[in-house]
């Protein structure tokens, strides 16, 4: 089969349907009997007067044959493409205009064709593997056509899904070294991955201020993820544009010297994302708890100041509370920070969700989403953003009643509008099905790893458009590293496998845990009590010995000297507890 030297037909055209064609299979063939095991999955060229048509077998069978003796099986196909140009400069384009007619001769396909197909036709190609039909022949994926228009990576567990990721993100870097690139961890296995090109994130080093969440959020993360009470937030939606406006005065006045005037008339939301001190914040609340007569409408007020000062006092959502009676409009640092503007050698940033509480980790993915959304449209898409999102079931589920309104709302916005503004999607989900089927429709490049769920491969099945929907039949029996690429950034849905990922660019999980417990951890008291050491400093504000966040930085990074961001990644210094204690009344 290498070479494009010329084989005797081994079938013939016996139907034609649309893009499908039916192939007689001859008994005459003078080919070896293993090349004559075409069977599901391989590519075909059908001779025809002015082009040859690339094909892909989807079934063989030997039940109603034609009458004659001279076929002794079936193949049905799918008629993918055509190679134009002839044999001095072939061409190879999507789609069929000459289509085959009865009696056409089929060939088994050449690597020469093959070569053809694949061939990159820019230079923005990236080398992701080899065709799983001839491993002679490079697969490539168009980078510009993949990250326009969304890309998604589906597969179950256990199928090298995050090696997949890893090595895309790798080689778009490679190919791409301006493009900024955000990556939500939910598993913190990418830590060590891309090296000193990436900026790790966890709730140690990272900052939010508060005031950067909207409405929905900030209500999300004091209610702890369960719906609000009606009456506290009546009462929030009218108290926060005053503190906003409060805190602009304060800012107007030190600058300006002008005489105190009402906030309402600064004209803020509870959305802008502005400053506001959590000291104003309760002191307007207890300001109207004061003018109150009746006991049980105090109570409300009551609750929500003890809700409010519960979460600001709670250490494991500093990363957001932080210096919150000082103020300060830190949002070009955050953005900055977070985004890798300007990107010093570091155009990748990693958001390690592990660590955050539980209720608060979908206000923030909602906040981020947001943000780099919104900083794309009002920048006009200047400086281009992969967004890319680990188990994205989990943020833009299908169900309505899961997960978190606004964080949907803020993907659903990336996939549907985000390329116009120079913010690009990415998806990883091991459960396509539980996935809004709106945001998967959006992505028009699709890797599909082995999925052995029924309802994920119907979804799948709904999301490719191709002529080779016939193809994810093969599906739930890909090999590890095996994937089905469709769409538009490959020249045709192929079924390609995943090149190595070198060792140190192996995700942690794949990496180093196994299921056999190490010799050296020795499993006895003192062990067990240092987890629970490092389990508790997560939600204290002590110094933690042996803490991963402090100790488990990439390798390549450990031999620099302390940069400014390694006491960053540090928890925070024993903090004075008077430093909580919040103010009744704001400053004059």
């Not at 013939?12 to 139907?15: G, K, L, Q």
């Not at 109603?64 to 076929?71: F, I, Q, T």
């Not at 940033?349 to 660590?355: C, F, K, R």
């Given at each position: 089969?290498?070479g494009?030297?010329?084989?005797?037909?081994?079938g013939?055209?016996?139907?034609v349907?649309g893009?499908l064609a039916r192939?007689?299979?001859?008994?005459?063939?003078?080919?070896a009997?293993s090349?004559?095991?075409?069977?599901?999955?391989?590519?075909?060229?059908?001779r025809?007067?002015n082009?040859?048509?690339?094909?892909?077998?989807?079934?063989?069978?030997?039940e109603?044959?034609?009458?004659?003796?001279?076929?002794i099986?079936?193949a049905?196909?799918?008629?993918?493409?055509e190679?134009?140009?002839?044999?001095?400069?072939?061409?190879?384009?999507?789609?069929?205009?000459?289509?085959?007619?009865?009696?056409?001769?089929?060939?088994?396909?050449?690597?020469?064709?093959?070569?053809?197909?694949?061939?990159?036709?820019?230079?923005?190609?990236?080398?992701?593997?080899?065709?799983?039909?001839?491993?002679?022949?490079?697969?490539?994926?168009?980078?510009?056509?993949?990250?326009?228009?969304?890309?998604?990576?589906?597969?179950?567990?256990?199928?090298?899904?995050s090696?997949g990721?890893?090595l895309?993100?790798?080689?778009?870097?490679?190919?791409?070294?301006?493009?900024?690139?955000?990556?939500l961890?939910?598993?913190?296995?990418?830590?060590?991955?891309?090296?000193?090109?990436?900026?790790?994130?966890?709730?140690?080093?990272l900052?939010?201020?508060?005031w950067?969440?909207?409405?929905?959020?900030?209500?999300d993360?004091?209610f702890?993820?369960?719906?609000?009470?009606?009456?506290e937030?009546?009462?929030?939606?009218e108290?926060?544009?005053?503190?906003?406006?409060?805190?602009?005065?304060?800012?107007?006045a030190?600058?300006?010297?002008?005489k105190?005037?009402?906030p309402?008339?600064?004209?803020?939301?509870?959305d802008?994302?502005?400053?506001?001190?959590?000291?104003?914040?309760?002191?307007?609340?207890?300001?109207?708890?004061?003018?109150l007569?009746?006991?049980?409408s105090r109570?409300?007020?009551?609750?929500l100041?003890?809700?409010?000062?519960t979460?600001?006092?709670?250490?494991?959502y500093?990363?957001m509370?932080?210096?919150?009676?000082?103020?300060?409009?830190?949002?070009?640092?955050?953005i900055?920070?977070?985004?890798?503007?300007?990107?010093?050698?570091r155009?990748?940033?990693?958001?390690?969700?592990?660590?955050?509480p539980?209720?608060?980790?979908?206000?923030?993915?909602?906040?981020?989403?947001?943000?780099a959304f919104?900083?794309g449209?009002?920048?006009?898409?200047?400086?281009?953003?992969?967004?890319?999102?680990e188990?994205?079931?989990?943020?833009?589920?299908?169900?309505?009643?899961?997960g978190?309104?606004?964080?949907?709302?803020?993907?659903?916005?990336?996939?549907?509008?985000?390329?116009?503004?120079?913010?690009?999607?990415?998806?990883?989900?091991?459960?396509?099905?539980?996935?809004?089927?709106?945001?998967?429709?959006q992505?028009?490049?699709?890797?599909?790893?082995?999925?052995?769920?029924?309802?994920?491969?119907?979804?799948?099945?709904?999301?490719?458009?191709?002529?080779?929907?016939?193809?994810?039949?093969?599906?739930?029996?890909?090999?590890?590293?095996?994937?089905?690429?469709?769409g538009?950034?490959?020249?045709?849905?192929t079924?390609l496998?995943?090149?190595?990922?070198?060792?140190?660019q192996?995700?942690r999980?794949e990496?180093?845990i196994?299921?056999?417990?190490?010799?050296?951890?020795?499993?006895?008291?003192?062990?067990?009590?240092?987890?629970?050491?490092?389990?508790?400093?997560?939600?204290?504000?002590?110094?933690?010995?042996?803490?991963?966040?402090?100790?488990?930085?990439?390798a390549?990074?450990?031999?620099?000297?302390?940069t400014?961001?390694?006491?960053?990644?540090?928890?925070?210094m024993?903090?004075?507890p008077d430093?909580?204690?919040l103010?009744?009344?704001p400053?004059?």
């Open positions: 089969m290498q494009s030297k010329t084989v005797t037909s081994f013939r055209v016996i139907s349907r893009s192939v007689g299979l001859l008994a005459s063939s003078q080919l009997v090349a004559v095991r075409a069977t599901v999955g391989r590519f075909v060229s059908v025809c007067t082009s040859t048509i690339v094909a892909m077998i989807t079934d063989v069978t030997c109603d044959l034609p009458s004659s003796d001279s076929y099986a079936s049905g196909v799918d008629l993918l493409g190679i134009l140009g002839g044999p001095e400069r072939p061409k190879f384009q999507r789609g069929v205009t000459n289509y085959p007619t009865i009696g056409d001769a089929v060939d088994l396909i050449t690597n020469q064709e093959l070569r053809t197909v694949y061939a990159p036709t820019g230079s923005d190609q990236i080398n992701v593997g080899t065709l799983q039909q001839d491993s002679s022949v490079i697969a490539y994926v168009d980078v510009e056509e993949m990250l326009s228009k969304h890309f998604a990576v589906l597969g179950s567990t256990g199928v090298g899904k090696s990721v890893s895309l993100l790798n080689e778009i870097l490679k190919s791409r070294p301006t493009l900024r690139v955000f990556l961890d939910v598993h913190n296995e990418y830590g060590r991955c891309f090296g000193d090109r990436a900026l790790v994130l966890n709730p140690r080093n900052k939010l201020p508060f950067l969440f909207n409405f929905e959020e900030i209500v993360v004091l702890a993820g369960r719906p609000g009470v009606p009456e937030l009546d009462i929030l939606a108290v926060i544009p005053m503190a906003k406006g409060i805190y602009t005065q304060y800012q107007n030190d600058r300006l010297g002008l105190r005037i009402d309402k008339a600064v004209g803020y939301t509870v802008t994302p502005v400053p506001y001190r959590l000291v104003d914040l309760i002191s307007l609340i207890d300001e109207r708890m004061g003018k007569e009746n006991r049980s109570i409300i007020y009551h609750k100041i003890s809700r409010i000062e979460v600001r006092n709670d250490p494991r500093a990363f509370f932080d210096n919150a009676n000082v103020g300060g409009d830190t949002m070009a640092e955050v900055s920070h977070l985004f890798r503007l300007p990107a010093n050698g155009p990748m940033t990693i958001m390690q969700l592990a660590g955050f539980a209720e608060v980790v979908d206000s923030v993915v909602s906040v981020l989403c947001r943000m919104d900083f449209l009002w920048s006009d898409g200047v400086s281009p953003l992969l967004f890319v999102c188990e994205a079931h989990r943020y833009a589920s299908a169900d309505r009643n899961i978190f309104g606004p964080t949907r709302k803020a993907v659903s916005r990336i996939a549907k509008e985000g390329r116009k503004y120079g913010v690009y999607l990415g998806l990883v989900t091991q459960r396509p099905a539980e996935l809004d089927a709106t945001i998967i429709s992505c028009n490049t699709l890797f599909a790893m082995r999925l052995a769920n029924d309802r994920d491969q119907a979804l799948l099945r709904s999301a490719v458009s191709d002529a080779a929907a016939n193809l994810l039949s093969f599906v739930p029996s890909l090999g590890t590293r095996e994937v089905l690429a469709f538009e950034g490959v020249a045709l849905p079924r496998r995943f090149k190595e990922v070198p060792i140190h192996l995700p999980s990496a180093t196994s299921t056999v417990p190490s010799v050296a951890a020795g499993h006895d008291m003192h062990f067990v009590s240092a987890v629970l050491e490092r389990w508790r400093g997560a939600t204290s504000h002590r110094d933690v010995p042996n803490d991963p966040a402090i100790n488990d930085r990439p390549a990074r450990a031999m620099e000297p302390r400014v961001e390694a006491p960053m990644l540090q928890p925070s024993g903090l004075d430093r909580f204690s103010l009744k009344k400053l004059r």
